[in-house]
């Protein structure tokens, strides 16, 4: 089993912001972090689960991934975004990434579980930090997914 802990942040909405992610597996610890120059707090939350799952060397495994962001753990526990995916995003904001998440869920065997972001969940405190320390790095790169929907008015 591996574990997925993730967060994202932006401050302003949209304004610069990142994600942080630690991946378990048994006593191993990795983490990932990245920022960008214009986004939002869902795109991170979003990004840092795909990340995530995406840092895994071998498919299929078995996953749990735990996140404080209700838009992403109720849009997959709920079928939300399969419904979505065959209206092909119609409406929806992230098509870009949500499209992305499902091509990598789909290798897994992935389990969802919220927990209460702020909460003193050491793992997930430790995500919010790497995900806020991300945004504030100088010279971000561009989120080109969201700039590119914001300049067609899609955000």
Known sequence: MVYIYTDGASSGNPGPGGYGVVLVHGDRQKELAAGFRRTTNNRMEL????????????????????????YVVDSVSKGWVFGWEKKQFQG????????????????????????????????????????????????????????KLEKMGLT
């Open 47 to 70: 990004l840092a689960v795909i990340v995530g799952l995406e840092a895994l060397k071998k498919a299929p495994l078995e996953v749990t991934v735990v996140s404080d962001s209700k």
């Open 92 to 147: 929806k904001k992230n098509p870009d990434l949500w499209q992305r998440f499902l091509k990598i869920y789909r290798q897994h065997h992935v389990k969802l579980q919220w927990v209460k972001g702020h909460n003193n969940h050491p793992l997930n405190e430790r995500c919010d930090r790497l995900a806020v320390a991300a945004g504030k790095v100088p010279n971000l790169p561009p989120d080109s997914g969201y700039e």
